[in-house]
């Protein structure tokens, strides 16, 4: 019956995982293959998002496959996250809002024999969508030129992973995902003197994998002090989806049209990540983590149209190396006390992190990333085990001469961890 129940939970998260789609408004996600999504879980949200070197038996944590052999011997967890925001954004004097509720992840973990554990979700993993208009006027024999830019969609991130304490400091993992999903771009561009709008259609589709595996040590210092090191590494390959963009000339007057297919054969690719993390646990109360991550974009060439050729072409230099830097601390005063306050794990972070692309030569956004969480126990007949992850975020994206974004959200996740597998005994 249980290995009914684990099927039939696989098979609605791969169900719901075909309409997943996390979401974003920003015009920063039209470069590259859109924003990246933030990989980790509720309880890692409230921390910064770090977990790379964290092994915590009563939570899910994708950041590192090597997490799920420290999984709880007698629970089957289960995690599903959403989030509300609202963002601002600032160019000049010019000011808007923009307000969103997104999908964040579901995932399932349990122990499937002494030492092995096993995970498996949905998750974002770039999201694209906005939508603007520029209008710039030349003088008064050329006119005016508009251009409007909208694009949406974004990859999705379906992944199975096994973690294995090799011996008795040592584990490894892996997590083998499936990618999909659609990014298509528009801009359109019109002018109050000529007859011709020209429009330029991108649109890739995905279908493809990405691979990624992860290590961790844990050292016990006495009965009450625990250090983690844990490190990750993401397999760089082309994803083997052909971009193709639509050259569209169209006569205002007559609305005859003219169209220019381009395509790029295996266009899109995965860059090498690695990921390092440390964590520190005291007793059951404390854990402080910190985690350090290096994505080489810089590698990785775009699609992009040459209007000096006339050509759909790969260039590079429009990608940069990503870092990205966080820490993250969480207290619990007292996990077996009768006062709901002293059960509460209380959770605080921070994170930086460096664009992964330019914007007409010059470097993107950096992200500040501030958090402030909440791991709440709910009660039942049995135990207290199962938890509501809520968390405040605030998020700021800036750079010199560009769009200011700042993005309040909130985080609310439910972790179900019951034991499925106690026997029980009648005496």
């Not at 509720?42 to 939570?59: E, I, L, T």
């Not at 050329?142 to 999705?156: A, H, K, P, R, V």
């Not at 493809?208 to 009450?224: M, P, V």
């Amino acid at each position: 019956m249980r290995t009914r129940i684990i099927v039939s939970l696989f098979a609605t998260i791969i169900t719901i995982a075909a309409h997943a789609q996390g979401g974003t408004k920003s015009p920063y996600s039209q470069f590259g293959l859109g924003l990246l999504s933030d990989q980790s879980q509720s309880m890692n949200r409230g921390m910064g998002g770090v977990g790379v070197g964290m092994r915590v038996g009563n939570q899910v944590n994708m950041l590192n496959p090597a997490s799920y052999s420290g999984v709880d011997s007698l629970s089957m967890l289960f995690d599903a996250g959403m989030s509300l925001q609202v963002t601002n954004f600032k160019e000049g004097a010019v000011r808007q809002n923009a307000k969103m509720a997104n999908f964040e992840y579901l995932a399932a973990s349990f122990r499937v024999f002494k030492n092995v554990g096993m995970a498996f979700g949905v998750v974002p993993l770039t999201s694209v969508g906005y939508s603007y208009s520029t209008s710039t006027f030349l003088d008064d024999t050329n006119g005016s030129i508009s251009e409007t830019f909208s694009g949406s969609g974004g990859l999705n991130q379906a992944f199975l992973g096994v973690g294995m304490r090799l011996f008795s400091p040592l584990s490894v993992g892996v997590n083998i995902s499936y990618l999909w999903g659609d990014i298509d771009r528009t801009v359109l561009s019109s002018s109050t003197t000529y007859v011709n709008a020209l429009q330029k259609q991108y649109s890739a589709s995905v279908s493809n994998y990405k691979l990624d595996a992860g290590i961790q040590w844990e050292q016990r210092i006495g009965k009450l002090h625990r250090v983690t090191l844990g490190a990750t590494y993401s397999l760089p390959h082309k994803l083997d989806s052909d971009p193709k963009m639509m050259l569209i000339s169209t006569n205002t007057v007559s609305s005859n049209t003219d169209t220019t297919t381009f395509k790029i054969r295996n266009g899109l690719k995965l860059p090498l990540m690695l990921a390092g993390g440390l964590s520190y646990t005291y007793a059951d109360k404390l854990i402080v983590a910190a985690d350090g991550s290096f994505q080489r974009w810089g590698t990785v060439s775009e699609p992009y149209y040459d209007t000096t050729l006339s050509k759909y072409v790969l260039k590079g230099g429009l990608n940069k190396n990503r870092y990205k830097g966080g820490l993250g601390v969480e207290f619990t005063p007292n996990r077996v006390s009768r006062k709901l306050y002293n059960r509460v794990s209380y959770r605080l972070g921070a994170s930086y992190s460096t664009p992964y692309y330019y914007i007409n030569g010059k470097e993107g956004p950096s992200e500040l990333n501030a958090t402030i969480g909440l791991g709440i126990p709910i009660m039942n007949l049995y135990n207290n085990r199962s938890m509501l992850n809520i968390s405040g975020q605030w998020v700021h994206h800036s750079a010199t001469g560009l769009i200011k974004e700042n993005t309040f959200r909130i985080n609310i996740g439910l972790t179900f961890n019951e034991r499925w597998f106690a026997k029980w005994r009648v005496e």
